[in-house]
């Protein structure tokens, strides 16, 4: 257990500092702009393109994985959404910012650094296809679920293009795509520019985590809404007790590759939740409060799903 405290302790440390910094210097939250363009911009990108360029092409291949580690995804999602909307009696759009509470999880900030440091530079493929495609699913139900409750006001044609230029345009998913066509070529790219990726990416987990501390800092917890109850435990327990279900299910994986979907599945609420329901004004101050909440559990979880894989209680496949 103490390897494991050990582990994450630097993590939730980031955060912490980020988030005394912020209570500190009192800094308005726009101040931390710029370093979420770094992020977002260049340095996961660049840990991103690092991982997947370096991996032999084939083992990108694996759609059985995607699809698995996405259907486990939305099947909580949907769960959510359905206590939400037929046995709490909320709206459609307030159950469409609880189910993404519930299920859309911190991968970019935090899921990269923890599985290479958990799981060493057998995780990366598996992370990089996680972040990649789960990032590309929620980028296309959001807006199409907004549409449906009337949430969004532009026409449909104006929304599919959106969508389709969001996928297409996002830094992660472009950097995925590159690392992908280097791998297939073969292609070593030259000192230089190398080191160039090397520095970015060594910068990604630490100031990912630092901003995020920061972001939560700046939004107070004011609203707590009562389907949090349920919406942590779907987060932090059955969504990655339901990964680990469907993938042993569906297919023969790497143990790395399933521990390390476990580990993405268990992390907190994404900080994009509270964006998405800004952008439509939809569950604001209580999807700012879920996940500064799941976000806390999260350092009581966490260390117990990787003492249960580390200590070798949880097998690496429930069918063999």
Known sequence: MADVI???LPFFGLILIGYLAAKATGQPAEALGWMNTFIIFAALPALFFKLVSRT????LKRADFIFGEIGATYLIFLLIFLIGFFIRRNSFADCTIQSFAGSYGNIGYMGPGLALLAFGEAAAVPVALIVCFENAAHFIVAPAMMVITGGDKRPVAEVVADIARKVALHPFIISTALGFCFAALAI??????????????QAAAPCALFAMGVTLALRPL???PVEIGYIAVFKLVVLPLTTYAVLSLIGNFDPVWIYSAMLLSALPTATNVFVISQQYHVWQERASASILIITLLSVLTLPVLLYLINSGILPPDLVP
């Open 6 to 8: 050990a582990l994450l």
């Open 188 to 201: 070593r790219p030259p000192e230089a520019f190398q080191r160039l990726i090397d520095y970015l990416a």
């Open 56 to 59: 032999p092409v084939e083992q």
């Open 222 to 224: 004011r609203r707590v």
